[in-house]
């Protein structure tokens, strides 16, 4: 958890809200302030508002099929192709589609026309070499012109495709090659990761050591050039040499079913085996295109930079999907968006004249904490921002706005999932008042409720379950290989057949305040029992959070010698100032013991440079909590900053 001027459960006072300004209500894709109402009177029909941004072979009669939850079906006798309406429809404007700001200096840039021909190229090599239809491919790529292009290709022949984040290891790559029984893998030799060359080719080698199948053939995309050579086995492929063997090769886009799979996403596994989460080709595209165009605000002659990595659900929907099928350009950058110092970020936003900038809360913390908040870079480009993935604090939302958006454009702070597939909680820029610290309502035509354990709405301002009451077009259709499971972990908890009532729950805790606006609260299955009393770590991280000086903290419950369940909480503190970290420890379990009662031991305190995170910003407290109880540690692969699990061990061992 992370500091905010609010108290968890929102007792310190309504934020101050601030309106959207007259320019930009002027200008906004959206500004009908009745638009939630008429979306709930006409639904499900409101939906077509967002099928109809999509160029369909075969219009839908149906617009929802609710015959057999929580199996949903939308525009189910619909057929469209994907990737001609992220590039075929456009190709005539001529646009630029891509721009590409590489490692190490290296710019790309291709229009609708040039994307075109490559993925063109791309998908007759892929049928060549066997692909068909509904065959999963796998893609191990970094954020290269290739990822989206290999997206785009599979789309194109209507092969689903499996983005594994490049950063993972040779284990998760295994993994999720088999789970989805994907026998074509799409990669590289090599890339370059704060200027070290990471050999991305020798994991893949590993990673085929492992899987049960036969994975058939493998196209290695040659990132680092003359300088690291590779050896390619015969049913290997050199991505450059296949290109040009089909270039000027036209595919015709196959036509799919909505329902058909788009692609797998596998969750970033902050808990249990990763899930693969099966999207649809028309529900999908059509509420990420619309989300897009009505929540970032975008059109055609827009240029947007959403800064997060392809291999997560954020990039695949805003910096892949939606702004493509509006025909927009999208930027695509390299480096990891929190990594390079701030002057690079807005000399990239002032070059490219942004318009849209979208990045990960924690992104914005990260720049927050190592920059001032003045700059020589034009900036004025930037019409909107957005942030997403964790709640933003009033704090940073300000900063946020006040540095990249002269404290004058519009921020959205949207809340959404992997398994929602687009943005589902977010003001409409154009329409909404602004509440920095609570995402917003619901968007138009979502029915999302704050429920106790029983399922029933809670009072305005308390906390509760957050759970969505009514399916929505881009929705996760199912986790792949695992319909039982889908309904375990997501609808068994709040619906009940019986009554045919069906609720989806999220995950996370929230609550609504009497304006509607939800905040956000973070996951509810972070629970510790401590002395029989089951606590969300989110009460006792909000009380430590209170002391000065703390940055960031997570808790999670560790045993002491006795073996009874204690508090661990890792702590942050600011950096420029002299901490006196003896005074900040002391006050850290007074804080637990105000939070637990008096009777509980107060646990352990530990000071750290830094928490492990997911690529995505996430706090892994599975990973704190076999730190803590001197578990073997599960898979780590998903970690952003491995070398900060030795820096716990050793102040853990300090203590
Ligand atoms: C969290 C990312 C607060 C939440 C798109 C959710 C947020 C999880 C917000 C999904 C937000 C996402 N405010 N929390 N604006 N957006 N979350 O699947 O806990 O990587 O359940 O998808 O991120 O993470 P995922």
């Known amino acids: 958890m992370v500091k905010t001027n609010l108290g968890w459960d929102g007792s310190s006072g309504d934020p101050a809200a601030i309106e959207p300004s007259e320019w930009f209500q002027a200008q906004a894709n959206i500004n009908q302030s009745d ?9 499900p029909e409101c939906w077509t508002e967002a ?12 617009i929802l099929d609710d015959s057999n939850p929580p199996f949903y079906r939308w525009f189910p006798d619909g057929e ?27 710019t790309r840039s291709y229009t609708y026309s040039e994307l075109y021909d490559e993925v063109n190229a791309l998908a007759a090599a892929l049928s060549n070499l066997g692909v068909s239809e509904d065959d999963v491919v796998t893609i191990y790529l970094p954020v290269v012109p290739e990822l989206p292009i290999a997206m785009l290709a599979c789309a194109r022949i209507g092969a689903p495709h499996s983005v594994v984040f ?7 790559l295994a993994t999720r090659l088999d789970a989805a029984s994907s026998e074509y893998l799409i990669t590289c030799d090599g890339f370059y990761r704060r200027g070290d060359a990471i050999n991305q080719k020798r994991r893949v080698d590993d990673a085929l050591l492992q899987v049960d199948h036969s994975v058939d053939e493998t196209i290695v995309v040659d990132r680092l050039g003359d300088e690291y050579p590779h050896a390619l086995h015969d049913n290997e492929h050199d991505y450059e040499r296949l290109i040009d063997s089909f270039t000027g090769t036209e595919v015709n886009p196959v036509s799919r079913s909505a329902e058909d799979m788009l692609f797998l996403m596998y969750t970033s596994g902050t808990t249990g085996k990763p899930k ?7 529900g999908y595209l059509a509420q990420t295109a619309w989300t897009t165009q009505a929540v970032l605000d975008l059109d055609s002659s827009d240029t947007i930079w959403t800064a997060a990595d392809i291999g997560w659900i954020t990039g695949h929907s805003y910096t892949v999907y939606g702004p493509l099928a509006l025909g927009a350009t999208t930027v695509l950058y390299e480096g990891a968006p929190d990594t390079p110092d701030r002057e690079h970020i807005e000399s990239v936003i002032d070059e490219y004249d942004i318009n849209v900038f979208y990045t990960s809360a924690t992104a914005i913390r990260s720049m927050m904490k190592r920059h001032p908040p003045d700059t020589d870079y034009d900036l004025s480009s930037i019409r909107l921002l957005g942030t997403v993935g964790e709640p933003i604090g009033s704090d940073a939302w300000h900063w946020y706005r006040q ?14 999932q992997t398994e929602t597939g687009s943005i589902m909680i977010s003001t409409l820029p154009g329409v909404d008042t602004m509440k920095p610290g609570a995402a917003g309502p619901p968007l138009p ?3 999302i409720q704050v429920v106790d354990p029983d399922g029933n709405p809670v009072d ?15 929705m996760a259709r199912t986790v792949h290989g695992g319909d039982d499971r889908f309904i375990e972990e997501y609808w068994q908890r709040f619906s009940d057949p019986d009554t045919d009532t069906w609720a989806y729950f999220t995950g996370d805790g929230a609550q609504y305040d009497d304006e509607g606006y939800i905040r956000l609260l973070g996951r509810v299955d972070d629970v510790i029992n401590v002395s029989s009393r089951r606590l969300r770590t989110v009460e006792i991280e909000s009380q430590i959070l209170d002391i000065e000086g703390v940055t960031e903290t997570a808790v999670v419950g560790g045993r002491d010698e006795a073996g009874r369940t204690v508090v661990f909480a890792y702590v942050t503190t600011e950096q420029d100032r002299k901490i006196d970290k003896e005074h900040i420890r002391e006050q850290v379990k007074q804080g637990i013991q105000d939070a637990v009662g008096e009777l509980a031991h107060p646990g352990q305190v530990i000071i750290t440079p830094d928490l492990p995170k997911t690529r995505s910003g996430k706090i892994m407290r599975r990973l704190l909590e076999d730190i803590s109880n001197d578990n073997e540690y599960g898979d780590t692969s998903a970690l952003r900053n491995p070398e900060i699990v030795g820096e716990i061990e050793s102040a853990l061992s300090e203590k």
Not at 51 to 62: F, G, K, P, Q, S
Not at 276 to 282: D, K, L, N, Y
Not at 403 to 413: N, R
Request: charged residues 20%.
């Open 460 to 474: 305005t301002g308390q906390a509760g379950y957050l759970t969505v009451n009514r399916p929505w077009p881009s």
């Open 51 to 62: 099928a109809d941004l999509l160029d369909w072979n075969t219009v839908y009669e149906t």
């Open 80 to 106: 469209l192709n994907a990737c001609y309406n992220c590039i075929d429809r456009h190709v005539d404007a001529d646009n630029v589609a891509i721009e590409w700001i590489g490692n190490l200096g290296k």
């Open 445 to 447: 035509g979502n029915d």
């Open 403 to 416: 540095t990249f958006g002269d404290g004058e454009t519009p921020v959205v702070d949207t809340w959404w």
């Open 276 to 282: 693969g989460v099966r999207h649809s080709t028309g």
């Open 166 to 172: 490049a950063g993972f290891s040779a284990d998760a």
């Open 35 to 43: 638009i939630r109402t008429s979306f709930n009177q006409s639904w």
